[in-house]
């Protein structure tokens, strides 16, 4: 990929490596069990990011949770935070659901998707 990337101008992406690490509903998961925790997945990716600096790619590297943890917990993302050097975006996602099950019938507020998260993060 980064071969291919270099050979077409080497044109600045972002890529958001091991998304959503913050949960139980990937295999990368630290919620998910097994041998996933937050050490492990600080050492993916500073793993992954360290791939594309050291071989010149111009990437932007986005670090992206999920604005909530599983099971309700409050624990914050930065025992996550894999460091400045291999991180250059923060983003938080946040989905409104309504209509998807009988938990989700209304509009959420930018608020109550976004605070927790944010408050998490800061």
Known sequence: FIDDMKKDGNR????RPLHEFNG???????????EN?????KRAFRHVAQLFKKRGANVK????YNCENPREDKKSFK???PGEDVVDMILCNGYN??????WHQ???SFDKLFAGGYARMS
């Open 79 to 81: 025992d996550w935070f």
């Open 106 to 108: 209304s509009w959420d």
């Open 12 to 15: 600045e992406i972002s890529i």
């Open 24 to 34: 139980d509903w990937y295999s990368w998961g630290t919620y998910r069990g097994g």
């Open 37 to 41: 925790n937050t050490g492990s997945f």
């Open 61 to 64: 590297i986005q670090l992206d």
């Open 97 to 102: 659901r309504k209509g998807m099950s009988q």
